[in-house]
C-alpha cells in the first residue's frame, strides 16, 4: 500500500484580513525590569508573572502592582521550560544540569511555591514515594515532586491548565503523566503525586507539545498534529465493528453538537491540508466495497476525515491482513508513518487499561509552503461556560470536589462547551474549531513576519516586525437563542482592531488581565552602561475590559454611520456577540453591572436597527434582540412604539406581540427590570395588539404571566369578543379558562362555573395538561383548580391520572395535592378522588406498584376506612364522597374462587344488581351484589395479586384487626389472604373446610409434600369427626388430596403413604401406576429420538 500527500492551494483572497476601525485601546501600561538580564522563560499565573532567570529561580511578579517583585523561589537546576498549572496551582519546569560528560534533564513539579522565603527549603522527592516531613508544615513549606522520565533528550514540556496532566517529550516518544491525590496511611495526609498513564509514539519529532484536558498536540518547525485520548467502554472488536458499519454506510456517528456554527462560518479550502490517497496493489476483482471495508476497519471511527481512492497498480499483495499487524488507531499508510499513533499504556497503572485507550487523530497539517514558514505558536482557546444564571454560591456548591468520568479531565470538563486552537507561523495564524468535525475557521495574514503571538476568546495579538497587532477572534460559542437569530451572514469574522509601534521586542505572553512583551537582548532601552546590574525590560498592557471595547467599537463606528450603514451594522453586531461570549464565560452573577449595562444597550441598539429594516426576516430578530436586553417592558414597549409614523404601524404591532411573547416564555428567569410592574394603560395597549396581531395567544397574557395588569376588564371584554360566534375548539376552551379566571377574580364564582360546566371534556383537558401550573401550585390548589374540580371533577381526575402517565407529577406529588385539598389531617377514605387515583395508577402495567408502598399502603387504608363502622378517631362514618372514575372490582387481577366459599358468599354467585338499600356491616343475609361488597372485593383482588409484597401484608393484618373488621366474619377472607400460608390453611380447616382445596391449589400447585402434610392432618380429623356433614367435608378433602398426590407420587411413594388393607385406595393407586408407566414411556420415546438425531 502506498500513499502520496497532496497539499491544497491557498484560499483565495476573499479570506484575507480587512481592517475595520482601529477601537482596541489599552488601558494602561507598565514598564519593569528582571533583576537578571537573562530570562530564560516566562508563564503566566492568572495575573501574576513567572519569570525563570539564569540564576535558577523564579521571581514571581505582579502584574496588578506594576510589575512589583513579590518573591523568587529557587529551583533546584536551571529552568529551560516553565508551564503553570491552575487547577491544581503547581508550577512545572524542565531543568537542565550542566555536567562535563553529558546534559542531564529533569522534570520537576513545584507545589506551594507562593510560601515566605524562610520555608522555601527544598525537599525534593520521587513521584510515586511518601512524602518524608508530616502533615504539620506539609501545606506551609516548598514541596517539589520530581517525574520518573528519561533523563536524557528531553525537548519540551507541558501541562494542562485545569486537570494537571503533564507531558514530557523524548525524541517522538511522548510520556503522558497524571496528577493524583494521595492518601499517606501511616502519616495520615494527603498528598500531590504523579503517575506515568501512557506514552504515546508518533512520527516526527516534536519541539513543543501541549495539552487541554483529554487533547494533545505535538508541533515541529513544520508539522502539527492534534490527537483526543478516547476511554472506551468497550472492546477493540466493537470498535472494528462501528468502524465496518460506518464504512458501509459512507458516514460516522457523530455527537451532537453543543454549539452549532454555520457551515458560511468556516473556511472550506485550507493551505495546508494534508490529503491522504490509499491505492491498492492487488488485482481488479479486489477494488470493490469489501476490501474497502477491511481496509476501513484498521481506522478508528472518531478519526478525521480522510479520502480513500482504491486503484490496482499491478503489484502483489497478499488479501488477508496479517493477524501479528499491530492494530494502528489511525490510518495505515507505510510510507511516510506521519499520522501513525501506538499508544502503549503503563502495565504499572490501574487507572485505565490498555483496551479502554485509543488515540484519535484530530487534525494533522504541514506547514512546509512557502506561505506559511516555520510554526512559531500553538494556543489552546477552551470554552469553559458558566451558568449565566446560577448565584456564585450555587455555583461553588456544584464546583465541590467530585469524581471525574475520565482520568484526564478535570472537575470543571462539564462546563467545556467547545475547544480550539490556532497554529501560527511567521506569516499565517490558523484558527481551528475542535469540536465535532474540525474546522478551519479563520486565517490571519500579519502585515509583517510574526516573531510571538497570544490569545484568548475575543482578541488574537501578534508581535510583528511592524509592531503590535490585534485582530478579533471568531465567536465560537454561543447561545442557542442568539444562533436562532442569526438570518444573514455575520460578516468576514477576522478584523483587525488595533496596531501599535512596539519595535525591538521578541517575546508575547498573556495573562488573566494582562499581555507582557519581552525586549531582546541588544536591544533594551532604559539599559545605561552605568547600571550596576544587568536586567530585561518588560512591558505590561492591562487589557481594556469588554464593555470598554463596545463603547470604543460603537463611537468608532458611529462616525462612518452615514457612509456605510453595513459596516457600522456587522461593527454592533460583533461588538454585541463579544459581550455576550463575556457574560457567557463569566456567568451573569459575577459579572460588572457596566458589562451588564452595556449589552443591554447593545440589544435596544440592534433591536432598534432590525426594527427599521426592510427585511422581514431581520425585523422578526429585532424582537429577539429586546427580550434579551435586561429593559424593563415599559421601556421597550416605548421604545419601539416611538418609531410611530416613521415605520408600518402593522410591523411594529407585530413587533410589540412577538416581544412580549417571548418575555412571557421567559417569565421563570426574568431580571429584576423586567417584573416591574406595567402601567395599565400600556398594559391595555398590548392586550389590544395581540387581540389584532395574534389573538390565539391572548389567553397567556391572562393565564400564564406574573402581570396583574393584564387581567383587567378590558382583558375580559377582548376575550368575549374572541369567543363570539366561534366553535367549540381547544382555543375555544383557553379563552374561556381565561375567562373563567377573570370572573373568579371579581368574585362571580358562578358565571365562572356555569361557563366550565359547558366546555367539552375533549377540548378542556389539553389545555389543563399544557398550563397545569394554573391548578396546582407548591402541591396547593389554586382558587381556580378548586373551581375546576368542584365544577368538572371528571375533567379534573383524568388530568391527574395524565400528569402522572407523561411523568409531569410523580404519584406521590399528586397524592399530597388530593389530601392537601381536603384535610391534612383527613382519613384516605374521605379524600375525593384519592381511591381512584391510587386504583388507577397501581394497577396501571406501566407502573412498578411494589416500588410505591406508601402509596399500595394507603390504598388498602381507604379500602378499610370505607368498609369499618366507624373511623379511626371514633366517631361515625363519613358520607361516601363521590367517585368520578370507576373501575370493576377485579382491576388488580382475577379473586381466587375458592374466596367464593367464604362469608360473605358461601359458595353463592355474587350479583350485579342490588335489592337492598340499606348497608349494615353484617350484609350476608341480605344481599350479596358487587355494589355492596364492592371494598371487600377490590381488597381481595389486591391481596390475590403480586402487587402487593410479602413484607406488607403483616402491616395489613395489623391495620385489619385494629379497624375491628375481623370481629365479622364476612371479613375473615382478608385475614386468610394476609395469614402465612401454613396459618391459613390451619384457619381455614378448623372454620370453612369447603375452601380448602382451592386454597391448595391456589397456594402450593407444585409443592407435594404440603399435599401430603393436608392429608395426613385430614385423615386424623376424619376420624375424630361426630358429624355427619363435616365428615363428608374431610372426607372430600382427603379425595381431593390423594387425587392430587396420584399424579405428583411415585407409586412407591403413594403406597407408603396408604393404609394397608384399604380397598377403596385400589383407584388412585392404579391411577398413580397408569401416570408413572406413561412417563417413563415418554422418556424412552425422546431419549431414542435424541439419539437418532445424533446419528444423522
Not at 471525574?404 to 475547544?419: A, D, E, R, Y
Not at 416591574?676 to 389573538?695: G, K, M, N, Q
Not at 398550563?771 to 388530568?799: C, W
Not at 381512584?836 to 395508577?841: D, G
Amino acid at each position: 500500500m502506498s500513499s502520496a500527500v497532496k497539499v491544497q492551494p491557498a484560499a483565495t483572497t476573499d479570506s484575507a484580513n480587512w481592517r475595520l476601525l482601529a477601537c482596541h485601546n489599552f488601558v494602561s501600561q507598565d514598564v519593569f525590569v528582571t533583576q537578571d538580564r537573562n530570562v530564560v522563560a516566562m508563564c503566566a499565573a492568572r495575573d501574576k508573572l513567572l519569570v525563570a532567570t539564569s540564576r535558577m529561580s523564579v521571581e514571581v511578579r505582579d502584574l496588578n502592582s506594576k510589575g512589583l517583585l513579590l518573591f523568587a523561589f529557587p529551583t533546584t537546576d536551571q529552568a529551560l521550560v516553565i508551564d503553570y498549572c491552575e487547577g491544581a496551582n503547581f508550577v512545572l519546569t524542565l531543568e537542565k544540569r550542566m555536567t562535563r560528560s553529558v546534559d542531564v534533564f529533569h522534570v520537576r513539579a513545584y507545589f506551594n511555591w507562593w510560601v515566605e522565603h524562610y520555608n522555601q527549603v527544598p525537599k525534593t522527592r520521587e513521584a510515586g514515594s511518601e512524602p518524608e516531613s508530616n502533615g504539620c508544615d506539609g501545606g506551609r513549606r516548598l514541596e517539589i515532586v520530581e517525574l520518573p522520565a528519561k533523563r536524557h533528550n528531553l525537548s519540551c514540556v507541558a501541562c494542562c491548565r485545569q486537570a494537571g496532566t503533564t507531558l514530557v517529550a523524548a525524541g517522538s516518544a511522548i510520556s503522558v503523566f497524571v496528577l493524583k491525590t494521595a492518601y499517606d496511611k501511616t502519616k495520615r495526609q494527603l498528598y500531590n503525586d504523579f503517575e506515568r498513564l501512557m506514552v504515546l509514539e508518533i512520527g516526527f519529532v516534536p519541539a513543543s507539545v501541549y495539552v487541554c484536558e483529554d487533547h494533545l498536540a505535538c508541533c515541529s518547525n513544520s508539522e502539527v498534529i492534534v490527537l483526543k485520548i478516547s476511554q472506551d467502554t468497550e472492546s477493540i472488536k466493537s470498535i472494528e465493528a462501528e468502524a465496518a458499519e460506518a464504512a458501509t454506510t459512507g458516514s460516522h456517528k457523530k455527537k451532537q453538537a453543543v454549539v452549532n456554527v454555520p457551515e458560511n462560518d468556516a473556511i472550506p479550502d485550507d493551505p495546508n491540508y494534508v490529503q491522504l490517497r490509499f491505492e491498492s496493489d492487488e488485482s481488479v476483482e479486489w477494488v470493490n466495497a469489501s476490501w474497502e471495508q477491511e481496509l476501513k476497519t484498521v481506522l478508528h471511527p472518531s478519526c478525521f476525515p480522510v479520502e480513500l481512492t482504491l486503484k490496482p497498480v499491478g503489484k502483489a499483495r497478499r488479501k488477508d491482513l496479517e493477524d501479528s499487524d499491530v492494530l494502528v488507531l489511525g490510518p495505515r499508510v507505510t510510507p511516510p508513518d506521519f499520522c501513525k499513533v501506538s499508544v502503549t499504556v503503563d502495565p504499572d497503572t490501574e487507572l485505565v487499561s490498555s483496551l479502554e485507550v485509543s488515540a484519535i487523530v484530530l487534525l494533522y497539517r504541514n506547514f512546509s509552503g512557502r506561505d506559511s514558514g516555520p510554526v512559531i505558536a500553538f494556543h489552546w482557546m477552551p470554552y469553559y461556560v458558566n451558568d449565566s444564571m446560577a448565584h456564585p454560591l450555587t455555583e461553588a456548591m456544584s464546583n465541590a470536589p467530585k469524581t471525574t468520568s475520565f482520568v484526564l479531565h478535570s472537575q470543571i470538563f462539564t462546563k467545556l462547551k467547545t475547544l480550539a486552537c490556532l497554529i501560527s507561523s511567521e506569516k499565517r495564524g490558523y484558527l481551528y474549531r475542535l469540536s465535532d468535525i474540525p474546522q478551519l475557521m479563520s486565517i490571519y495574514r500579519y502585515s509583517k513576519e510574526a516573531k510571538s503571538v497570544a490569545v484568548d476568546a475575543f482578541f488574537l495579538h501578534a508581535l510583528t516586525f511592524a509592531g503590535l497587532e490585534t485582530y478579533t477572534v471568531p465567536i465560537l460559542y454561543e447561545s442557542k437563542e442568539l444562533i436562532e437569530a442569526r438570518k444573514t451572514p455575520p460578516g468576514k469574522p477576522t478584523v483587525m482592531v488595533g496596531l501599535r509601534p512596539f519595535l525591538g521586542l521578541k517575546t508575547l505572553l498573556m495573562s488573566d488581565q494582562h499581555l507582557i512583551m519581552a525586549a531582546t537582548a541588544g536591544n533594551d532601552p532604559t539599559m545605561s552602561s552605568e547600571a550596576s546590574e544587568p536586567s530585561c525590560t518588560l512591558y505590561s498592557l492591562m487589557k481594556p475590559s469588554m464593555d470598554q471595547f463596545f463603547l470604543d467599537l460603537k463611537e468608532a463606528a458611529s462616525m462612518r454611520k452615514d457612509d456605510d450603514l453595513l459596516s457600522y451594522i456587522n461593527a454592533i453586531k460583533h461588538g454585541f456577540r463579544l459581550l455576550n461570549l463575556s457574560i457567557a464565560l463569566k456567568g451573569r452573577y459575577s459579572c460588572s453591572s457596566e458589562l451588564l449595562s452595556v449589552y443591554s444597550d447593545a440589544c435596544c441598539i440592534l433591536g432598534d436597527t432590525f426594527l427599521k429594516s426592510e427585511s422581514s426576516a431581520e425585523r422578526e430578530s429585532a424582537a429577539l434582540y429586546y427580550s434579551l436586553s435586561e429593559e424593563c417592558i415599559e421601556t421597550v414597549v416605548n421604545r419601539i412604539l416611538f418609531f410611530k409614523g416613521l415605520i408600518n404601524k402593522a410591523h411594529l404591532a407585530k413587533t410589540v406581540a412577538q416581544y412580549i411573547r417571548m418575555v412571557c416564555e421567559q417569565s421563570a428567569a426574568l431580571s429584576t427590570k423586567k417584573l416591574t410592574p406595567i402601567p395599565s394603560t400600556l398594559a391595555d395597549t398590548i392586550l389590544e395588539v395581540f387581540s389584532e396581531e395574534c389573538p390565539e395567544y391572548l389567553h397567556r397574557l391572562v393565564l400564564c404571566t406574573n402581570f396583574t395588569a393584564f387581567r383587567s376588564e378590558k382583558a375580559l371584554g377582548l376575550l368575549r369578543s374572541n369567543l363570539f360566534d366561534r366553535r367549540q375548539s381547544q382555543g375555544y376552551a383557553a379563552d374561556s379558562l381565561a375567562c373563567v379566571q377573570l370572573l373568579l377574580q371579581s368574585g362571580n364564582t358562578e358565571a365562572g362555573k356555569a361557563i366550565l360546566k359547558t366546555l367539552p371534556k375533549e377540548f378542556l383537558m389539553p389545555v389543563l395538561l399544557e398550563m397545569h401550573e394554573l391548578v396546582h401550585r407548591n402541591q396547593v390548589l389554586t382558587p381556580l383548580g378548586d373551581l375546576i374540580k368542584a365544577a368538572r371533577p371528571d375533567v379534573y381526575f383524568s388530568m391527574l391520572v395524565h400528569l402522572r402517565n407523561n411523568g409531569t407529577m410523580p404519584p406521590e406529588q399528586i397524592v399530597l395535592v388530593l389530601q392537601h385539598s381536603a384535610s391534612p389531617q383527613a382519613e384516605p377514605h374521605c379524600v375525593p378522588m384519592l381511591r381512584e387515583f391510587l386504583e388507577a395508577t397501581l394497577s396501571s402495567k406501566r407502573t412498578n406498584a411494589q416500588a410505591y408502598p406508601h402509596l399500595l399502603m394507603t390504598l388498602i387504608r381507604a379500602y378499610v376506612g370505607k368498609m369499618a363502622p366507624y373511623s379511626g378517631s371514633g366517631s361515625p362514618q363519613q358520607v361516601p364522597v363521590q367517585l368520578v372514575h370507576t373501575k370493576p372490582p377485579t382491576l388488580f387481577g382475577n379473586r381466587a374462587p375458592w374466596l367464593q366459599e367464604l362469608p360473605p358468599f358461601l359458595g353463592r354467585t355474587v350479583t350485579k344488581t342490588c335489592n337492598q338499600y340499606t348497608t349494615t356491616l353484617n350484609l350476608a343475609e341480605y344481599c350479596i351484589c358487587s355494589n355492596c361488597w364492592d371494598e371487600l372485593l377490590r381488597m381481595q383482588s389486591l391481596l390475590c395479586s403480586d402487587l402487593l409484597p410479602g413484607s406488607l401484608r403483616p402491616q395489613v393484618l395489623e391495620l385489619l384487626e385494629q379497624s375491628s373488621l375481623l370481629e365479622s366474619d364476612n371479613y375473615m377472607s382478608l385475614k386468610v389472604l394476609c395469614l402465612p400460608p401454613a396459618k391459613a390453611l390451619a384457619l381455614l380447616l378448623k372454620s370453612y373446610p369447603s375452601s380448602v382445596l382451592g386454597f391448595m391449589e391456589h397456594k402450593f400447585p407444585d409443592d407435594s409434600s404440603e399435599w401430603v402434610s393436608l392429608y395426613t392432618s385430614v385423615s386424623v380429623k376424619l376420624q375424630a369427626a361426630s358429624k355427619k356433614k363435616k365428615a363428608a367435608i374431610y372426607k372430600s378433602i382427603m379425595e381431593g388430596a390423594l387425587s392430587y398426590l396420584s399424579e405428583a407420587l411415585t407409586p412407591e411413594q403413594l403406597v407408603d403413604l396408604l393404609p394397608p388393607g384399604k380397598q377403596e385406595y385400589a383407584d388412585y393407586l392404579k391411577q398413580c401406576m397408569e401416570r408413572y408407566q406413561a412417563k417413563l414411556l415418554r422418556e424412552k420415546i425422546i431419549a431414542l429420538g435424541t439419539e437418532l438425531k445424533d446419528m444423522m
